[in-house]
């Protein structure tokens, strides 16, 4: 009998941004959502676009002494996985980029973003933006804010 893959998640940047800013709306939502994941034994695959994405700002907002901490966490915790994009993700998530021309809110790295989900055969994103619905994909904790 195969082993049964573990239960993944995929990590916005705007989930990232909730549980490391005590202020934002969404911090105690994603706290214990987090939490309820960890419990529950989930990987959470952070795509390195996305970790760019969110220690750029915690640098410039925050100072890179706290951005050089956070990474140093993750890249340390056994419930993370920093996946890189390939070249192929990056041809996937142009040609979404394109197709989503309409979707002003739709970044360049949510579509890197959503080409990694696919790649990997995930399902769900812990967000709390829209985007990742629009594409298909199963937001989690189920707020939409952005």
Known sequence: MAARRR?????DTTALIALANRNDRNHDEARI?????????VILVIGRPVLAEFLNGVSKRVGKRRAIELYKAYSKSKFIVIERETEGDWGKAWDAF???EDQDGM?????LSFAIMERLNIKEAFT????YE????????GTRRV
């Open 107 to 111: 970044d360049l790295v949510d579509c």
């Open 134 to 141: 629009t594409y298909g994909f199963t937001i989690k904790p």
């Open 128 to 131: 709390f933006d829209r985007d």
């Open 98 to 100: 394109l197709k989503y």
């Open 7 to 11: 239960r993944m998640i995929y990590v």
């Open 33 to 41: 959502f987090l939490e309820d994941m960890l419990r529950g034994g």
